[in-house]
């Protein structure tokens, strides 16, 4: 149990961690869970793999600044490259990472043909499928 | 491009590409991209417009939107698939772009396990920027570019000479010069039109060197040029049959532009597509 000394005590800065989720946080809304989950996660993996910051820091040449505001979830389409390292170091799936971030669709729903295009990207889903009909045609005519 | 992509990005990106060149052993250019693919066992196959697929594909989704389809990567299959390009330029760039997806670590590592669509479309959009970067820094092999024109003369003329030794569309190295250049200047891309009068030029973008926009100000990005502004007249005069380059001198600065008044050397240039303009201050 977490002691609520911890936010009266005006000397001791509030370092949260996975286990002030399980007492604080009151699951109603799974969604709402989620957003939660993300303000933690990298932070605790962090701290449960026993990795400081400056040593993080210096493996995914990124500043103090960077790191903090990615374990506060402030996280973009900019940090992908920031987010394959994290899980390279931490031992974490770069797309589950991806997936938790709002970055991508979720595991279960990806895609069984797996390429990248160089099309426009703000082509719609039935456009997608259709090119994927088409390279797969042309894979299958090339083996 | 490289605008949107922090410096961590690019520094990671050029890193790459150096490592690309060493490994390859490619230290001239134009770039080899048979070299590059072959020496990680990277296969591929170009398709065309008339392969019996094509015509189903452009069938279903539009001929304008199948003819964006430049390229793609299958990484599980080590496979690309470009579209065989008239423009041989161009399909070197579409080569680059592929090879970043799988160069660039967290492209592949996110390849093997879903597809680019299964990205929302901002990653998507982020992933593209930076195959293109990449594209653009091994088709430039890193600095080696900018360095040949820090070397020569700040001229259309030039650049095209540099196109050629680079096997790179004259738009990009245009691009890429002055994006790096330290010299001042700056480039305006149009879209152009034919009427009864003549040509018509509208603004697609504008590109500023370090210094220009401290030297000159800047250029009106809203502004057209119709038959009788004198870009335009020289454009209808020599440019009609698009035999070469051409430099005039004139005074930048109206009243739709924030821009100093200032006399610069104009050259212009236009393709099938776009016309140029390379202006420096005289």
Redesign the interface.
Known sequence: MMSKDLFTDKEKKYEPSASDLRDEFIINDPAEYVGEFRKFFLKWVRETKGLSKSIVCSKCHVSTNELDRVEKGNISEKDMMFLNKLADIYGLSYPYLLALFKLARRPQKFSAVKLAAYHATDIDEATQNKIVEFISKLKGSQQ | MAGY??E??KN?IDGQVDLVLRETSIVTPPVNYNIISSSQGLNY?L?TEQ?P??D??AK??GKK?AE??????????K?I?LKNESYSKRLNF?FG??LA?WH????R????????????????????RE?NYFASRLGFMNGLFNQHVADSDLSIRNIKYLSDTYDMSVESCLRCAVDNEARSCALIVMDWSKNDKGYEFKVNYILYSRTFKEECGLISRTQSFGPEHEMTKIMNTFLGMMTGEYTFETTLGDSNSSSKSKEIIIEVWRNNYKAFALVKPK
């Open positions: 992509l922090s961590s990005i990671s196959n398709f392969d697929y094509y189903d594909f279903q989704i939107e964006k389809l430049r390229g793609v990567l299958l990484v599980e299959d496979h698939f579409g772009h592929e997806h660039l670590e967290w492209h590592q996110l390849l093997y396990y879903c597809s680019e669509f299964d990205l929302s479309l901002k990653a998507r959009k982020q992933l593209e195959a």
